[in-house]
């Protein structure tokens, strides 16, 4: 149980373009959906917390005109990458957890590899 | 500060047993996860302790003394498929993971 599908798995792209990936919960109600960037060999960086239904909550420095976050129902959730420049390449991640308790573990997606040219 | 602390590289050999050490200084805990990730793969829930003590769950094994901020996984009857970076990371008191840079570990025959 518990498992989270992210797509697409890999992305390459000119700049300038905008990016969407998308996170769905198959098998739960994710009821807050995370979404993370981790460039090679760091650790992961939590970008933001949606919770269905509502406005994303960002981490400090990341910018929100920039990365889009909707996360209309209960199973997905989408970041939009807008106007993608290089330095934007990274693995990008998406985790989610359920009702109930925040002690819950999350469960991740396969993660995205934005690749901008 | 929130801050984790775990070696960065580990070796050990194929069939030993191999322990991984995190402490970790957090506003609050709730608890700490043990992740897997795979080169170029997302983390994978290994394990979760918020009481101390030891959780065993198979060949795998985690510690958490509270009192001490500190937490190990082990790592028994180890296989060439567990090469991977271990993370360690507690949740604080707004049930927000800390992520640390993780402990690679490298499995030789």
Redesign the interface.
Known sequence: GAVVS?HPSRVICKSGTSVKIECRSLDFQATTMFWYRQFP??????MA?SNEGSKATYEQGVEKDKFLINHASLTLSTLTVTSAHPEDSS?Y?C?AIGSGD??Q???????T?LSIL | GQNIDQPTEMTATEGAIVQINCTYQTSGF??L?WYQQHA??????LS?N?LDGLEEKGRFSSFLSRSKGYSYLLLKELQMKDSASY?CAP?DSN???I????TKLIIKP
């Open positions: 992210q060999k760091q650790s992961l960086m939590l917390t693995f991640i985790s925040g002690n573990p999350q469960h991740f997606g396969d993660g590899r | 709730n608890g996860f170029g793969e997302a983390p994978t829930f979760y918020v993370l949740l049930y927000q993971l992520w640390g840079a993780g």
